[in-house]
């Protein structure tokens, strides 16, 4: 028997790419830049593979974040020290593969060019000697000789790595076919960019690959050449004019037309290229731009500058992958099959990476445990759940199991802790949970009804009474105090005019839902004549003459001498838990999940470390695909520095993200940077919630003046009238809203809803004459009290 249980469909998305790398080179080793760029000239997606120098103190900050932009599976260490290349790899959280098994690694291999493009043995593309000039190599990548009979032609003559890059017909744009980004947005213009080498070229070399290799596929259109300096570009036959041909195809939506770079050129050469390019130079702030259609081509002369850098308009957040989307029968407690048609097209025995996403993984935290719940080979990647594949089928077939948040959480914390479980409180809070939704609590004065209703302690009994008796308030007022609050034998009642910290309009209303919740009940209060007690008499068991529980005297309803008063009680369960100070945490996750409904959080839980160390968290939980641990507080004075260190080194230790400090009462700026200090120093976000998030002064309206009130007959008179004389009936909804829209916005009884429908009715054909003259009259009354009301 099927035990899984039925959720429903959903929508996903998949996303096919490579396994992509970023290779690690010694500083300044041009053998290890040839090497790197053999490599990936052979692999699919490798013009987006960056090459960057390993030095003993790590990578540059460009190259650092060059592979941190390109979000590559790993690095592939080609003659870097071992111990640098190790290190780097630790600080990127990358995994390092050395080049001898590049193509046996798990996270490093990808299928070869063949497997994903066809050529056309006629036109094929040009490729540079391993051994060649090293700006060739950059601009249009190598083959190994063994390779020399793939569909690639090795150019000996400098002019056309010039020229077949003005139409990317190189070896290493191959290495783009059917690579995809995402999301598909209008591609944006920019200048070309016109990259100049002079002498060996090794900086411009490595510069231009990996600007190139951050340049988006589909995103941006940006053409870039590498080129020799003007002393060999000017013997190129026409190739000024074809330069020119690619500029004029251009839109007309961005500034300047070309950008002259170079890290080894002095201005005076880039001057002479230019001017063997027939450019002119220009002040012009650069821009880029978009639009649909595109704008009319550019015309002669072209402009360039030389102080301007490409790689800002490089270095953003890009995804990588041919998309596609399908919809999946969704189970929880067992496999859903996810099965649709993979977008690209593979010939051979190829591998690749596929990338999920979608409504079924939304809210899971991006953590290697929860990967390996919805499938055993999963990782997170790029925020997404990543498999590979080999081979890659045309239709891919998977079955994955996707963990519902409470499923999660417990995964979450068996990472951390040798056993955990529900505190005591959180037990009570669990269970009050499970039976209505505390989302009410956010409702005004509910909280503070429940708060109200509690039967106090003994301990904060004798500390009022004592509070009182300092204050020299005579025993009947202390005996009134000790009735009032009830004793431990019997729960607090109390009627709706003594919930003191409730605004009066919402007293009854508040109470209401807490009996709507089942949190609380009605009754009336009795009062025994012969032993004075006091007690609650649930409505369900009223009668005519009520029977004292304690001497079993019959007693009488208190009234006060006015009619008798419901008082109301919560029940045994709801109390308790009140009194174990559980309704602020639930008052907190309602607030929390109201924010961000895709959470889940445990209201207490005890948990025990792999030391010993026990610790009580007051809230864990999955926050939009975050871990959050807190703590929180009735008042915010009991957050001293000594609270707040264990607080958030317990949420480090619980591998949170984010940290929650929690207060009924105000959070003053000392504890909040206190917090913030140590939660910088931990690697924790900080979340703080107070008075003014869970408990917001309710918006008192502004009363309305006799000027509103003739606006708003005037609008419903108006509104009336045109529905009447559309001739058709007037429906009970219109009805309903035009005594809404007269009444300035309050829901109509249903009464006058009845009252006027009839009218209309019985005497629809006269009224509209009536309320013609109607509308002058109050036309008049608010021309003379200077209201603005509707005009019909």
């Known amino acids: 028997m099927d035990s899984r249980r039925y959720l429903g469909q959903a929508g996903m998305e998949a996303a096919v790419l490579p396994s992509r790398a970023a290779y690690l080179i010694a500083g300044g080793s041009v053998a290890g830049f040839r090497t790197a760029v053999t490599q990936a000239s052979s692999r699919w997606g490798g013009m987006t593979e960056p090459i960057v120098e390993a030095q003993a103190s790590g990578l540059s900050p460009l190259h650092e974040q060059t592979v941190r932009v390109a979000k590559v599976e790993a690095l592939v260490n080609i003659d870097a020290d071992f111990q640098a290349a190790k290190k780097i790899a630790q600080g990127l959280g990358l995994p390092i593969v050395d080049l001898a098994v590049i193509r046996k690694s798990n996270v490093a291999s990808t299928c070869s060019l063949a497997e994903v493009m066809q050529f056309d043995p006629a036109y094929p593309p040009i490729a540079a000697s391993p051994t060649g000039t090293l700006w060739q190599l950059a601009a249009a990548g190598c083959v190994e000789p063994r390779h020399f009979l793939e569909h690639v032609r090795v150019s000996r003559r400098e002019d056309e790595f010039g020229r077949y890059q003005l139409n990317e017909d190189t070896r290493i744009h ?269 409702e005004p004065g509910v909280y503070e009804a429940a708060i109200a209703l509690t039967t106090p302690r003994s301990k904060e009994l004798l500390r009022r009474l004592k509070e009182h008796r300092a204050d020299g308030h005579p025993d009947a007022d202390l005996a009134e105090l000790a009735a009032t609050w009830g004793g431990r034998s019997e729960r607090r009642y109390l009627p709706a005019d003594k919930l003191q910290d409730v605004r009066a309009e919402d007293r009854a209303a508040a109470l209401e839902r807490l009996c709507a919740l089942g949190w609380a009940e009605r009754g009336l209060e009795s009062v025994c004549p012969s032993c004075t007690s006091r007690s609650f008499v649930p409505l369900v068991q009223t009668s005519g003459s009520p029977q004292c529980p304690g001497c079993g005297a019959v007693s009488a309803y208190q009234s006060g001498g006015a009619l008798t008063s419901v008082h109301y009680r919560l029940d045994s369960f709801t109390d308790r838990a009140s009194d174990n100070g559980l309704l602020p945490h639930l008052l907190v996750i309602a607030e929390l999940c109201r924010r961000i409904p895709r959470s889940h959080f445990l209201p207490g839980t005890d948990v025990t470390f792999e030391d010993g160390t026990q610790e009580e968290v007051d809230i864990f939980g999955i926050w939009d695909g975050k871990v959050l641990s807190g703590e929180v507080k009735t008042s915010a004075s009991e957050f001293n520095e000594a609270q707040l260190q264990r607080d958030v080194a317990l949420s480090q230790r619980l591998r949170a993200d984010v940290h929650l400090l929690a207060s009924i009462t105000p959070v003053d700026e000392t504890v909040r940077n206190t917090a913030r200090e140590l939660c910088n120093a931990a690697g924790l976000e900080l979340e703080v919630l107070d008075q003014a998030d869970l408990r917001p002064a309710a918006h008192k309206p502004v009363p309305a003046t006799a000027a509103d009130g003739l606006g708003w007959l005037r609008t419903a008179t108006a509104d009336l009238t045109a529905l009447i004389e559309k001739g058709q009936p007037v429906s009970r909804g219109q009805v309903a809203r035009i005594l809404k829209t007269a009444s300035g916005g309050a829901a109509p009884v249903p009464g006058h809803i009845a009252a006027l429908s009839w009218a209309l009715t019985e005497h629809g054909d006269d009224a509209v004459d009536l309320l013609l003259r109607l509308l002058g009259v109050l036309d008049a009354a608010i021309h003379k009290h200077g209201a603005g009301g509707q005009k019909a």
Request: glycine share 6%.
């Open 174 to 442: 191959s290495t783009l076919a059917q690579f995809g980004e995402y999301p598909s947005t209008p591609a944006r213009h920019t200048p070309t960019v016109l990259w100049v080498v002079e002498g060996e070229g090794f900086t411009d070399s490595i510069d231009f690959w990996n600007t190139r290799a951050l340049r988006p596929a589909h995103m941006i259109e940006m053409p870039m050449l590498l080129l020799p300096g003007a002393d060999t570009v000017k013997d190129w036959l026409d190739f000024p004019e074809q330069v020119a041909r690619l500029l004029k195809s251009r839109p007309r939506e961005f500034a300047v037309d070309v950008v002259l770079v170079s890290r080894s050129a002095s201005p005076e050469h880039l001057l002479e290229l230019a001017s063997a390019l027939g450019l002119e130079p220009t002040e012009e702030e650069p821009r880029d731009g978009a639009r649909m259609p595109a704008s009319p081509a550019r015309t002669a002369p072209f402009t360039f500058r030389t102080d301007l850098d490409p790689t800002a308009w490089v270095t953003f957040e890009r995804h990588y992958g041919v998309p596609t989307s399908f919809d999946v029968q969704v189970f929880a407690g067992g496999p859903s099959t996810l099965r649709f048609i993979q977008p690209v097209r593979f010939d051979g025995y190829a591998g690749a990476l596929v990338r999920f996403w979608g409504e079924p993984l939304l809210g899971l935290p991006a953590r290697p445990s929860i990967a390996r719940l919805v499938h055993p080979d999963a990782q997170w990647r790029d925020g997404k759940l990543q498999l590979a594949f080999q081979p890659m089928p045309h239709q891919i077939a998977v079955q994955m199991t996707f963990p519902l948040l409470p499923q999660a959480t417990e995964q979450l914390l068996d990472d951390v802790t040798t056993g955990h479980q529900l505190s005591s409180a959180g037990r009570l809070g669990t269970a009050l949970a499970e039976r209505a939704e505390s989302s009410a609590l956010l």
